[in-house]
């Protein structure tokens, strides 16, 4: 298999039948395609300059969609969902703030107030799975908002609404930008199924660790990317972005 192969479900689905005409153990099955990361998975790319100046406002905060990715694919009825999980989620992005200002810790991410969140989007309460929804979300939704919370009813218009986390989160922080850094940073943040991320010694990464985020996932859920900003002068300019959801059937 090519290391850029990316199997289908289909796929997945035939090889672990010939596993199990091995008379391997169910579980074994599985371990071996977790071990291999033979997972199926959705991509989402977007290379587009885009900045998100937080408002003069009172609360000051702004949010802007810069990527969504397509569905997560709704397994046949005769495969069930009993073995779905989302394996991973990784963000690529490349971004940088507006390159002066912040009392201290300039280069560093503490006190950073640009950043990056990520929330699930499920289809709307009444649209049945196989139903017609708004696709190109980003693109239809140029809003700048005060939080992702804010975009509930424009996201209810095309079919879609938030996952919420047994708290009622609707976005999980994934990337603070450096502070006062003109020039733009590449960031990679992988979040991992039952994975705890330490966070290293000294200063912080400027990562979130998205603690129950892929538990909450499930088939037909989409991964919605967010820039940030907040107080005045301050801008989270994004040159690109990319979400790899890979998930197991």
């Known amino acids: 298999m090519s290391s850029d192969h990316v199997p289908s479900p289909n796929d997945v689905y035939a090889v672990r039948n010939i596993l199990r005409s091995l008379k391997l153990p169910p579980e074994l099955v599985l371990s071996i395609l977790a071990f291999a990361r033979y997972n199926p998975r959705v991509h989402a790319a977007r290379h587009e300059n885009r900045s998100y100046r937080a408002s003069s406002m009172p609360n000051h905060c702004v949010a802007g969609l ?3 990715t ?12 009993d073995d779905f999980k989302i394996a991973a989620v990784t963000f690529a ?14 280069g560093l ?18 649209v049945p799975e196989d139903g017609p929804v708004g696709d190109g979300i980003e693109h239809g939704m140029s809003h700048r908002l005060s939080e992702p919370a804010a975009a509930r009813e424009l996201l209810n218009a095309l079919g879609w609404d938030f996952a919420k986390s047994e ?15 003109r020039a733009p940073v590449d960031h ?16 912080d990464d400027g ?4 603690a129950g985020f892929l538990e909450l996932m499930r088939p037909g859920d989409r991964v919605a990317l967010w820039g940030r900003a907040q107080f ?7 040159e690109s972005a990319e979400i790899t959801v890979d998930y197991e059937v």
């Open 66 to 68: 810069y990527l969504c």
């Open 70 to 81: 397509p569905a997560i694919p709704i397994p046949h009825p005769s495969e069930g969902y």
């Open 93 to 106: 992005l490349r971004s940088a703030d507006q390159g002066w200002g912040g009392d201290r810790g300039h």
């Open 109 to 126: 991410y503490r006190g950073s107030w640009t950043w990056f969140e990520a929330s699930i989007l499920r289809r709307a309460a009444g």
């Open 167 to 181: 708290d009622g989160k609707v976005a999980w922080t994934v990337q603070c930008n450096r502070v006062a850094h």
């Open 188 to 203: 990679e943040v992988c979040w991992r199924r039952h994975e705890c991320r330490a966070k290293p010694e000294g200063d």
């Open 207 to 210: 990562k979130g660790d998205g």
């Open 232 to 238: 005045p002068s301050w801008v989270n300019n994004v």
